[in-house]
C-alpha cells in the first residue's frame, strides 16, 4: 500500500510539473492507464478488492452451517452457536477435515449478510417541564413475612431524570391513577406531557397509527390535572420511545431492591422505596454537570402546579353481603357490619385500601389484601351478633385476626378472664362485648386505661369500665393502680353489688347521704286554686288542675 501510495505521488507530481498525458505517464512509470486515472482522481489508492478464492473442502459443508445459524435465529441468544462450536460439531459429527479460521470466516461473513437492518435513531432535546415517561416494572417483597409480587410504578422527567417510584401489589387501573396522583404530590407539579405504551389501564383498543381509544377514567384523570399523552408503537419497537423510563425500572430494581426487601407491611415498602430515592438524587446523569437533584430544582418552576381538589382514584364497584356479613371484591372477601347482611353495598376499591359505603354513608374500611381467596374480618363488624350468641366468641375468625393485628389487646383477655369466672362464660362474654362496644366512641388508649383500673381493682362490669375511661379521658392522666395498694374502701362497685352486698360488708362501707329526700311542695303554686278544706296535696298527687 505504502508503494501504491509513492506511485500515485510521482504520476500525480509528473504531471503537474511536466503536464504529461495519461498515455506518456503510463509509458513512463510502465502502468495501466487505469491506474494513471486513479491517481489523477485521488492520491490515495482505492483498496483492493478480494478477490474470490475458491474453498473446495468447505462448499459441501455450507448447506450444514448455513442451517444450523438459521435455527440459531430461533433460540436464545446466549445459547447460539460460536464460531468455534461450528468448527467442533463438523468435526465430530460429519468428520470434516477443516481449519477453524476457514469456518471463522465463512460464519463472520453469513451472520454480516443476515444482520437485521439497524434503526437509525435521532438524538432528542428535552425541555425542562415538558415531559416525562410512566412505566410499570416487577418486583418481589416479602411483606410480613410472605413473599409477594409486586409492582413498581414509576414516573421519570425526561430534562432532568428525576424519577418517582410506588410499589403496588397490583397493576389494576386502581394502582396506575394511584401511582399518577403520588408522583404529581411528590414533585409538587406536573408535566406537560407523559408518554405511555398501551398499559390496559389508559387504553382499551389500540387503532391504526398513534391512534387510541382511551380508557374513561384515564381520561378523566388527563384533564383534571391537564397535562397530554403520547402513546408509543406496541411491542419492542416502541420501547426505545421512552427509554429513560425503561431503564430507570431496571437500574433501580439492581440497585436498591437486591436482595429482596423485608418489610411488615406494603406502607413500610413505600417508605423505604422513597428513602432510596433520596438516595439516587445525588446522582449525575451521563454528560450532566449537576446531579439530579440540582437538575429537577431548575425543572420545578417549569411543571404546571398541581389542582388543589384531589382525584378520586378508586373504582366503584357493587358488592352483596352474603350471610357471613361479607363482601367478595377481586377474589378477598371483606367483613361489613352485620346489620347489612342481605342488601348491596357500594364499594370503592383504590390500590391499597378498599372502602365500604351504604348509601353516602361509609361502613367498613379495609387494607387492600393482595391473597386470592383471603378472609378479612374486624370484630367490631360481629358485636351486636355476639351480644345475642357470646358462644361464638372464641373460636371467631374475628377474634383471631383481632389478635394478631393487635387490636385484642392483653388488657380484653385479662378482663374476659376475669368475667367468666365472676360471672360464667356466656355473661362474662357479654360484658366484654359491651367494653368492645366502648371502642366506637372512645379512643382505643382510653378505653385500655379504663379496662387496667377496673382490673386493678377486681371490677367485672362494663359500666365500671365505661366510667374510668371517661374518668381518664377528662384528667388526661394515666389510670394504673396496683390492686395490692388500694384500700378496700377506695373500691370502685356498680349500683348493683352494692344492693346486693352484706350491710356490714366493707363493700357497702360508703359514705352516708345526707342530702333531703324530694318533695314536689313547689309544684303546688301551678295550681290554679286550692282546696279550703286543705286537699292540696291530695290534689296534687292525683294530677287535678282545674
Known amino acids: 500500500m505504502a508503494r501504491r501510495v509513492e506511485l500515485f505521488e510521482a504520476i500525480r507530481r509528473d504531471r503537474r510539473l511536466e503536464g504529461l498525458s495519461i ?127 409486586c409492582h413498581l410504578f414509576v414516573l421519570r422527567l425526561s430534562a432532568s431524570g428525576k424519577a418517582v417510584q410506588v410499589a403496588f401489589t397490583n397493576q389494576g387501573q386502581e394502582a396506575f391513577l394511584e401511582g399518577h396522583a403520588r408522583a404529581f404530590a411528590a414533585l409538587c407539579g406536573v408535566p406537560a406531557r407523559i408518554r405511555y405504551d398501551n398499559l390496559k389501564a389508559a387504553v382499551s383498543r389500540v387503532l391504526q397509527g398513534r391512534d387510541r381509544d382511551e380508557a374513561e377514567r384515564f381520561v378523566a384523570l388527563r384533564s383534571h390535572y391537564g397535562f397530554d399523552s403520547f402513546f408509543c408503537r406496541p411491542g419492542q419497537e416502541g420501547s426505545h420511545e421512552k427509554g429513560g423510563v425503561e431503564g430507570e425500572v431496571g437500574r433501580f430494581r439492581r440497585r436498591h431492591l437486591v436482595p429482596i426487601p423485608e418489610v411488615a407491611s406494603l406502607t413500610e415498602l413505600n417508605e423505604f422505596i422513597a428513602g432510596c430515592a433520596s438516595i439516587d438524587d445525588a446522582r449525575h446523569l451521563p454528560g450532566r454537570q449537576h446531579d439530579i437533584a440540582a437538575e429537577f430544582a431548575a425543572e420545578r418552576r417549569a411543571l404546571q402546579p398541581v389542582p388543589r381538589e384531589s382525584f378520586e382514584t378508586g373504582v366503584i364497584l357493587w358488592a352483596g353481603v352474603d350471610r357471613h356479613a361479607r363482601v367478595r371484591v377481586r377474589s378477598a372477601s371483606y367483613s361489613v357490619p352485620a346489620r347489612l347482611v342481605g342488601r348491596k353495598v357500594r364499594v370503592m376499591l383504590r390500590a391499597c ?194
Open 23 to 149: 498515455r506518456a505517464l503510463a509509458e513512463r512509470h510502465e502502468v495501466h492507464r487505469r491506474t494513471v486515472r486513479q491517481a489523477l482522481a485521488s492520491a490515495v489508492p482505492p483498496p483492493r478488492k478480494a478477490g474470490a478464492r475458491p474453498a473446495p473442502k468447505l462448499d459441501r459443508w455450507k448447506p450444514v452451517i448455513d442451517a444450523w445459524l438459521e435455527a440459531d435465529q430461533q433460540s436464545p441468544v446466549k445459547q447460539r452457536h460460536t464460531a468455534r462450536r461450528v468448527w467442533q460439531r463438523l468435526g465430530a459429527e460429519h468428520g470434516a477435515e477443516l481449519a477453524e479460521i476457514t469456518v471463522s470466516r465463512y460464519v463472520r461473513a453469513w451472520r454480516a449478510e443476515h444482520r437485521p437492518q439497524v434503526e437509525v435513531m435521532v438524538a432528542q432535546e428535552h425541555l425542562p417541564g415538558q415531559e416525562a415517561e410512566v412505566d410499570f416494572g416487577e418486583f418481589v417483597a416479602r411483606i410480613d413475612g410472605v413473599e409477594t409480587k
Open 353 to 546: 385500601e378498599l372502602v365500604v359505603l351504604d348509601g353516602r354513608r361509609e361502613v367498613a374500611r379495609h387494607e387492600r389484601s393482595a391473597v386470592k381467596n383471603s378472609v378479612t374480618l374486624r370484630l367490631d363488624h360481629y358485636l351486636e351478633v355476639l351480644c345475642r350468641k357470646p358462644g361464638a366468641l372464641p373460636g371467631s375468625v374475628a377474634l383471631a385476626q383481632a389478635r394478631a393485628d393487635g387490636s385484642f389487646t392483653s388488657e380484653h383477655e385479662a378482663f374476659w378472664a376475669a368475667a367468666r369466672r365472676a360471672l360464667g362464660d356466656g355473661a362474662g362474654t357479654r360484658e366484654l362485648v359491651e367494653v368492645l362496644l366502648l371502642h366506637r366512641h372512645l379512643p382505643h388508649a382510653v378505653v385500655l386505661a379504663g379496662l387496667r383500673a377496673a382490673i386493678s381493682v377486681g371490677a367485672v362490669r362494663a359500666d365500671v369500665v365505661a366510667v374510668e375511661a371517661r374518668r381518664h379521658q377528662q384528667d388526661h392522666t394515666p389510670i394504673a393502680v396496683a390492686a395490692s395498694s388500694v384500700d378496700s374502701s377506695l373500691r370502685v362497685v356498680s349500683l348493683t353489688e352494692r344492693r346486693l352486698a352484706d350491710p356490714g360488708a366493707t363493700v357497702a362501707s360508703l359514705p352516708a347521704d345526707t342530702r333531703p329526700l324530694p318533695t314536689v311542695a313547689a309544684y303546688d303554686e301551678l295550681l290554679a286554686r286550692r282546696s279550703p278544706t286543705g286537699t292540696s296535696s291530695a290534689s296534687s298527687s292525683t294530677g287535678e288542675v282545674s
